[in-house]
């Protein structure tokens, strides 16, 4: 299962793919759907780095976490938080997002993250975490964003355990910094077909086809923080 998982984060590091979004996912061997459902911690580790370094990164953002592999048109998507002693219903920002309140979060290990679905039979899929400022227009990425929602996720990841988080800090010992290698279209590029890729950052800009293959790093210290990143399919914005 590791192997795969490991093999997993090299592939989505080096290749895009217009319309694929960024997931740390691994293969289990189980062909058999199980509930989807995923430990508080974990969901709190990635809400831990984006409150540190949030205010630095993207002032004013919003925290929220994407269901994954999940129609958005497959019915009403419920999620609770199931402890010991009660359930507490999540807010849905949408029929496959949702966001954790302070009140949601406690110190209680055995709490559950619950989703009303199930997992892909053999897989098991972290929620995608999501990273918005405030004010960008409908289908515009901010730089920031998306490298903070990077390293939220990959911070969720290094607490699956010790053989995963030991796979994450083999990549790094040969100088693989997912974070800073990871094309911008792998997060939170439209489900729907793009055929180009705009960047803006100040009075610059770089217009690219889809299907380019030196498109833009999240670790290019060329682009600030808040170049904007558009797509567009035959000259329309696409969201």
């Known amino acids: 299962m590791y192997i795969r998982s490991f093999l997993f984060l090299f592939a989505v590091a080096g290749s895009a793919c217009a319309g694929d979004g960024f997931e740390v996912s691994h293969k289990s061997d189980s062909a058999q759907a199980k509930p989807m459902a995923w430990s508080l911690q974990l969901l709190e580790k990635g809400k831990h780095v984006f409150d540190k370094r949030g205010p630095k990164k993207a002032p004013g953002a919003t925290l929220s976490f994407r269901l994954p592999k999940v129609d958005v048109d497959q019915g009403e998507n419920q999620v609770v938080i199931v402890r010991a002693d009660r359930r507490i219903p999540v807010t849905m920002l949408s029929n496959n997002t949702f966001v954790l ?42 730089m920031g964003d998306l490298r903070l929602s990077c390293e939220a996720q990959m911070e969720m990841a290094k607490g699956e355990g010790f053989k995963f988080r030991a796979l994450v800090g083999a990549v790094n010992m040969f100088g693989f910094d997912i974070c800073k290698e990871l094309e911008i279209t792998k997060l939170d590029a439209p489900s729907s077909k793009y055929d180009t890729v705009t960047v803006e950052d100040g009075n610059r800009r770089l217009v690219q086809a889809a299907k380019d293959k030196n498109v833009v790093e999240l670790g290019d210290n060329a682009w600030s923080d808040d170049a904007r990143i558009s797509y567009t399919l035959n000259g329309s914005l696409v969201e």
């Open 101 to 142: 309140g302070q009140d949601n979060l406690g110190k209680s290990s055995d709490a559950l993250v619950v989703v009303n679905r199930n997992f892909p039979k053999g897989e098991f899929n972290h929620p995608l975490v999501q990273v918005r400022s405030p004010g960008l227009p409908g289908g515009v990425r901010r």
